[in-house]
C-alpha cells in the first residue's frame, strides 16, 4: 500500500485543518492507521490511530478534545480533524499503515508503511 497525506497548510491559532490520508494499491482496511508528526528538532511523536475496524486508541494527551482521527474505507482515505490548533501543533504530520498484528499502534516500529507528511503551521 502507498500512502499520500494531504490537507496541510498555514492556520492562525484556533482554526482548523482536515488532514487526508489517502491509500493506492491497496485496501486500506486491512490496516491499522495512525498519525504522527515531527516538529523541528524533536522527535516523531503519536497523535491518534484507528484500527482497521475503526476503533480509536487514545489520543495523545496534547490532542485529546481537539482532534478526531476517522476513516472511510469506500474512498480508502483517513482523516485527522484538527479543531482548535495551537502553536506547538506545528509540525510535519505523517500518517502511517500497520498490518493487522504489528503491534500497539502507539510506536513507529509497528508500521510499515509511510506517507511523505504535510505541513501545518500554525501562527498566532
Known amino acids: 500500500v502507498q500512502l499520500q497525506a494531504s490537507g496541510g497548510g498555514l492556520v492562525q491559532a484556533g482554526g482548523s485543518l482536515r488532514l487526508s490520508c489517502a491509500a493506492s494499491?491497496?485496501?486500506?482496511?486491512?490496516?491499522?492507521v495512525g498519525w504522527f508528526r515531527q516538529a523541528p528538532g524533536k522527535e516523531r511523536e503519536f497523535v491518534a490511530a484507528?484500527?482497521?475496524?475503526?476503533?480509536?486508541?487514545p489520543y495523545a494527551n496534547s490532542v485529546k478534545g481537539r482532534f478526531t482521527i476517522s476513516r472511510d474505507n469506500a474512498k480508502n482515505t483517513v482523516y485527522l480533524q484538527m479543531n482548535s490548533l495551537k502553536l506547538e501543533d506545528t509540525a510535519v504530520y505523517y500518517c502511517?499503515?500497520?498490518?493487522?498484528?504489528?503491534?500497539?499502534?502507539?510506536?513507529?516500529?509497528?508500521?510499515?508503511?509511510w506517507g511523505q507528511g504535510t505541513q501545518v503551521t500554525v501562527s498566532s
Open positions: 494499491g491497496r485496501t486500506l482496511s486491512n490496516y491499522g
Open positions: 484507528i484500527t482497521w475496524n475503526g476503533g480509536s486508541a
Open positions: 502511517a499503515a500497520a498490518r493487522l498484528g504489528s503491534g500497539s499502534l502507539y510506536y513507529t516500529r509497528s508500521y510499515d508503511t
